[in-house]
């Protein structure tokens, strides 16, 4: 089966082009993701296509047209290779899913049967090279996500998000010059060790994780981001061998974030961060997010985790310091699994932080059970610069 061949059974259900590009982010910027902790917008002019072409190999992006032909609604797919139960495997990613508030109850209606079917299909859709693994990732706030998706599931339509990883998106804002009573981990630039030790270790399986990055998926982002390996960060062993490892990287090039309304925590720590050199959110003005990605470490305990995590900040935000500071990023964000305590360790340190949790769900139909992924409280290879 061809996807043209399963969109024929959907009028008003297509794939976009380059063509679509205006009206794309005409789209997009239209639309407002609330939570009970603010708003977010997102703009991502020039290129609403950038974005989906650095998150796989293969991307698509369908729309969902209103009678008049007008969007009403998009959903974007993408396939990356990936290492899934010990083998290579393409993976597939949902994600974009938005509606406007004039969707036609037919256009919603023809949404639902399309996206159960294609979920149903998926592996037997010829550009979906047997992709037998899809996963999307919501945030517990965003409920109207979570309406329209995972509260819709019912038995009779066999599809279901299956949830297996809760993670906590820490943002980082500042850092309060607090006394060090302990000497910080020593973290060094990617050039003392070469750039093969570092694939290496990132596309190693530390905690019998079910996913894990390929090689492939790695050298790809390289080529689309542009990234360095002398870029990243590595903390050593006395061996000379890789203990943790990341690299900080920007989504500006794919999107620009505004934050309306801001949450009042957010507001009031900004009363502090300015005073720390640096640069202060506005509300409704882009904000400039620096991700801690492919940040990967060798299994520790919380406590050990953010004494490792607390040494990366630190060096991020002192080469931070060496720029002017309209240029400083606004936020520094880490992932880290949900309910382990991090976030506080991370603030008895002196950081400034706000956080907000999302989860990571399997999209599958209930007929797959031999392809389900187990739920894990351990990191999974997903990088959110990306998505």
Partial sequence: MTLSELLSSYSQVRLATAKDNLALLKFVNGIEMRTKDGGLGIDRTPDFFSLTKAQ?????T?????????ISGIGCISLTQMLIKGEPQWLGYCSDLKFSKQIESETRRQFYHFYESLIRNFSSIDEFKGCEYVISSILDGNQAAKRALVAKESKKNQLQHRPIY??????ILARLPLPLFTKPLLVQSGRSVHQDKI???????LDDSEMVWSAEE????????????????VHLDERGEIQACGIL?????????RVKPMPLSLKLTQMFTGLLGQNTIQESE????GYLSFFKMKSQTTHERAAVIDAFLRMILQSEKLKN??????????????HQGLKVLLQKKGYLLHSFVSTVYQVTSREEEKFYLKKTQSPLDFDVVFH
Wanted: proline share 3%; aromatic share 16%.
């Fill in 218 to 233: 790695i050298k790809r982002r390289q080529q689309v981001a542009g990234f360095s390996f002398d870029d990243f960060f």
């Fill in 56 to 60: 796989g190999a293969h991307s698509y």
């Fill in 199 to 205: 694939i290496e270790f990132l596309s190693s399986n």
């Fill in 249 to 257: 990287m920007s989504d500006n090039q794919y999107r620009k974030m």
């Fill in 286 to 289: 882009p904000i400039q997010v």
């Fill in 325 to 338: 500071k309209k240029d400083r990023f606004h936020i520094i964000n880490i992932q880290e699994p949900a």
């Fill in 166 to 171: 809760s993670y906590e998106n820490i943002n």
């Fill in 62 to 70: 369908f729309l969902f047209l209103n009678s008049d032909l007008t």
